[in-house]
């Protein structure tokens, strides 16, 4: 079954403009959510994570995060995208252990000048 | 600076020849990872390893065979057994391994083509 879903495979934003990627989950406990950003042939790198708490989480790079329980969603923000911002972004899902971690198909977005 | 490296960046393969892909890291991390990455299909998990001399199968072990003889390195080697080998291969660590809220960081990748 599939354990995270990125619904938007590629987007498409003007630089300045906001930005929400969107991801959902499906898992009966407690999720530990990440999400990750790769530049074109490069590795991940981590933007932010959440484990418990509060459910506004801020990452690096300007990005936030808010998960939502009751829409099984963690949704990637950032209030005014740069032209650096432009990579593929990955929702990843910590159900056991680490040795279990789901990733989605990932987000592609581009930024137009 | 501590961190993951991979070696080599780009990797070309003939078909039928075995290739050992390599991963090093000085982050004093006890886990290690190898991910598959193919187009709109995310990440898949290859093999994982908890503690030296120890690994343990992923989703999609067949046709792959990894060593941990040291804790820094994490090698992939890929068969002639691996019916689709060309892919993005991406290397990972993390603290400890075992807990879901441990972070796995990322090495920079190697790009196999079989030709």
């Known amino acids: 079954a599939q354990s995270v879903t990125q619904p938007d495979i590629h987007i498409t934003v003007s630089e300045g403009a906001s930005l929400e990627l969107r991801c959902n989950y499906s898992?009966?406990?407690?999720?530990?959510l990440f999400w990750y950003v790769q530049s074109p042939g490069q590795g991940l790198q981590l933007l932010l994570k959440?484990?418990?708490?509060?459910?506004l989480v801020q990452g690096i790079k300007g990005f936030e995060a808010e998960f939502k329980r009751s829409q099984s969603s963690f949704n990637l923000r950032k209030p005014s995208v740069h032209w650096s911002d432009a990579a593929e972004y990955f929702c990843a899902l910590n159900k056991y252990n680490n040795n279990d971690m789901r990733f989605g198909a990932g987000t592609r977005l581009t930024v137009k000048p | 600076d501590g961190g993951i490296t991979q070696s080599p960046k780009y990797l070309f393969r003939k078909e039928g020849q075995n290739v050992t892909l390599s991963c090093e890291q000085n982050?004093?991390?006890?886990?290690m990872y190898w991910y598959r990455q193919d187009p709109g299909q995310g990440l898949r998990l290859i093999y994982y390893s908890q503690i030296v001399n120890d690994f343990q199968k992923g989703d999609i072990a067949e046709g792959y065979s990894v060593s941990r003889e040291k804790k820094e390195s994490f090698p992939l080697t890929v068969t002639s057994a691996q019916k689709n080998p060309t892919a993005f291969y991406l290397c990972a660590s993390s603290i400890l391994g075992f807990s879901k809220t441990d972070t796995q960081y990322f090495g920079p990748g190697t790009r196999l083509t079989v030709l």
């Open positions: 959440y484990f418990s708490g509060d459910t």
């Open positions: 898992y009966g406990a407690t999720p530990y």
């Open positions: 982050l004093n991390h006890d886990a």
